[in-house]
């Protein structure tokens, strides 16, 4: 069985897709020496599939070529089973578990890098029994996440546009946290469970959070007046949001909320729907990760 299995998604990312597999034959040669193989995925949860199968048949390292969310469906895939690590070739239009890694966004140099990786182990959230390896959370960024999936087009400029659109009507809901043997009560306008230090493009909502510590960093915003919402853009641009004082942060490793009406969560960006009850856990380092 080849060493290694490149997951492609085609529809990731905002430039040329055709180019990949030409590029993949550059560093790895062809597909035919039987060295590594190469799957396209077809739709949603093909990806996690794939990556089982991959796993299951002996690959050492399944790699998620394109964004988080595709990250997301490989992580998924690779849960629980032995001897097989995750690596990313970074084709999104966010990336945010790639630059949190460190993995090179340029794709040869990402490419060149899992010629010979290094390994190590990460730990794994879960919202609601779903998995996540960046950040999930309630509230405006699954907003802003449901509606971005709509928008027609990817980029930095499409999510700042959306997030623009929804800031004018987005209203926060009263929420109750119980975390660390204690309950919160208080509005959520965001309520974010990073495991990695960013959403994506460089942007952060979590910049102490660690991979490999066994905690989530949780942040609360519980309003977002015109001063805090720039208070808190600057912040989240310049990895300095928790000196700004425009959110809260807590250490959890568990945590269930409830909503007083259904709110909007999601899971790596993607959107998955609306609950009034959530439960949040922390898997402690249970996926390897090869760079």
Known sequence: MPRTCFIFNPMAGTGRRAEFPALLARYFGSEASGDYLL???????????????????????????GGDGTVNEVGQGLLHQENTAMGIVPRGSGNGLARHLKVPLNLGAALRRLRQPAFSRMDVGCINDRPFFCTAGLGFDARVSQQFAQ????????????????????????????????TLRTDCYVLAFANASQYGNDVYIAPNASLQDGLLDM???????????????????????????GAAYSHTS????????PIGYHADGDYLGHATEFVIDLLPLALEVAM
């Open 254 to 261: 568990h945590a269930t909320v409830r909503a007083a009406a």
């Open 219 to 245: 942040c609360l915003i519980n309003a977002l007046p015109p001063w805090r919402a720039v208070q808190v853009a600057m912040g989240m641009a310049l990895g300095t949001l928790p000196r700004t004082g």
């Open 39 to 65: 799957r396209p995925t077809e739709g949603p949860g093909h990806a996690t599939e794939l990556a089982r199968a991959a796993a299951q048949a002996g690959c050492r390292v399944v790699v998620a070529v």
């Open 151 to 182: 928008a027609g087009s990817r980029g930095l400029s499409t999510y700042l546009r959306v997030t623009l659109q929804e800031y004018k009507t987005f209203e926060p809901v009263p929420i109750a946290v119980d975390t660390n043997g204690q």
